[in-house]
């Protein structure tokens, strides 16, 4: 079973720098951009917590405006 981690993940939207919080059972680059899109507000949020969810690709992000994801352990 893992084990759930606060992360901090940090972007730019348009330029504007963006920083945000969360608890997740893992963490790697696809989550972290995922994550920022959500934050950004475009992207998708399952309504439960195993059912699938589109996540949108880095360069699919990069279209809509999010740029320089960073994420580490908090």
Request: net charge positive.
């Given at each position: 079973?893992?084990?759930?981690?606060?992360?901090?993940?940090?972007?730019?939207?348009?330029?504007?720098?963006?920083?945000?919080?969360?608890?997740?059972?893992?963490?790697?680059?696809?989550?972290?951009?995922?994550?920022?899109?959500?934050?950004?507000?475009?992207?998708?949020?399952?309504?439960?917590r195993l059912d699938p969810a589109p996540k949108l690709?880095?360069?699919?992000?990069?279209?809509?405006?999010?740029?320089g994801v960073e994420w580490t352990?908090?």
């Amino acid at each position: 079973m893992p084990r759930s981690t606060h992360y901090r993940i940090d972007y730019l939207l348009h330029g504007a720098f963006k920083s945000f919080r969360i608890y997740a059972d893992n963490m790697n680059n696809a989550e972290a951009w995922h994550w920022a899109t959500v934050d950004a507000g475009f992207g998708q949020i399952p309504k439960y917590r195993l059912d699938p969810a589109p996540k949108l690709s880095k360069p699919q992000a990069e279209k809509r405006g999010v740029t320089g994801v960073e994420w580490t352990n908090t």
